[in-house]
Nanobody, 116 residues
Framework: QVQLVESGGGLVQAGGSLRLSCGTSGNNIFNRMGWFRQTPGKQRELVASITHDGATNYADSVKGRFTISRDNAKNTMYLQMNSLKAGDTAVYYC???????????WGQGTQVTVSS
C-alpha cells in the first residue's frame, strides 16, 4: 500500500511564502502527482498537477503564484507557494495516479493558514 506524507504547512501572513513537500513510500513511479486542498464544507479541489516528464497544470486561482515540481529519484513532490492570500487557507493533500485516474489514496494533509 502506497503511503503519502505531506509536510511544510504552517501559519504565514498574506503575501508570504511556504513550500510543501510530499513523500511517497516504496519505489513506485507515478505518472501523475498532484496537490489538492480542502476547506470546511467544501470538496477537495485540484490545485496543481505534474506528470512524470514534468508537464504541469494549475488551477486558475493559483497560476503565477504557485509552482509544482517533483524529484523522481526521491519520489517526492513539492509545491512552492508565493504571494499567499487568505483564500489559500486550507488543508493541502498530495495525490498520485496514472495517466487516466487519480488513485484513492490520501495522506494526512498539512494545514496552511494565511492571515490577512
Amino acid at each position: 500500500q502506497v503511503q503519502l506524507v505531506e509536510s511544510g504547512g504552517g501559519l504565514v501572513q498574506a503575501g508570504g511564502s511556504l513550500r510543501l513537500s510530499c513523500g511517497t513510500s516504496g519505489n513506485n513511479i507515478f505518472n501523475r502527482m498532484g496537490w489538492f486542498r480542502q476547506t470546511p464544507g467544501k470538496q477537495r479541489e485540484l490545485v496543481a498537477s505534474i506528470t512524470h516528464d514534468g508537464a504541469t497544470n494549475y488551477a486558475d486561482s493559483v497560476k503565477g503564484r504557485f509552482t509544482i515540481s517533483r524529484d523522481n529519484a526521491k519520489n517526492t513532490m513539492y509545491l512552492q507557494m508565493n504571494s499567499l492570500k487568505a483564500g489559500d487557507t486550507a488543508v493541502y493533500y498530495c495525490r498520485v495516479g496514472n495517466s487516466e485516474v487519480w488513485y484513492n489514496i490520501w495522506g494526512q494533509g498539512t494545514q496552511v493558514t494565511v492571515s490577512s
